[in-house]
């Protein structure tokens, strides 16, 4: 059960018999499984006012309350990379929910943002290393803002050329977190991770050729190649 006290409405201090006042307020339904609900509207609950029949002081109206659910669809990277190599990260948004995805709260600019790490395994840890930096005075740990809410069913494609850090030779995976910053209220947060394998390999140079001819006039050019 959930309910929301709007406090006292503005109006006349005393109401007279048969006279009658509106209010009009906003609130947040609480996040729920998709389904049939009923707002209630219960009055002088308090039992401030004294009444001779209080079996009246409940009204409602049916509701049918939907949920978004972002999940990531795909995760699309090299196979295999360098340390410190901008490489390119595609990545797909999907709503899996009933309800439209969008921000929650209506001050902020996007409507979520996402997460991208380098990671030893397919959980985000406190190893992990978060992928893409913004300058400002300093730099910042980037995400990655969506700016249009999304309708049941749909998906969307975000692609970033992010660079790789310096990190050790070895196997990694890539792992997505969408909806991040929770600016979408959504039921289900386990759904909101994909990890993608991936290989960091390491840079040796090393001259495999080499010629010149043996003989040389020391005031003529040579030809050499490797």
Known sequence: TSGLYNGSPNGPTNLTAGEQITVTNEFYPPVVASGNYYYILYVNKTGFVFESDTTNNQISVPVHLTVPDLVPAHLIVPAVVSSRQPVPIEWMDQNAGDGV??????????????????????????????????????????????????LPGQSMTNLQTLTIPNVAAGNYFVV???????????????????????????LDLAPVAFSAPPVADSRGAIQVSW
């Open 101 to 150: 995805a969008e921000r929650s709260n209506p001050e902020l600019i996007a409507e979520w943002s996402d997460n991208l790490y380098l990671s030893t395994n397919q959980q985000i840890n406190a190893s992990s290393i978060q992928l893409g930096y913004y300058y400002s005075g300093y730099y910042y740990p980037e995400s990655f803002p969506w700016n249009t809410p999304l």
């Open 176 to 202: 997505l977190w969408v909806n991040a910053d929770n600016s979408v209220q959504e039921l289900n947060h386990n759904n909101d991770y994909f990890a993608t394998p991936i290989t960091v390999a390491t």
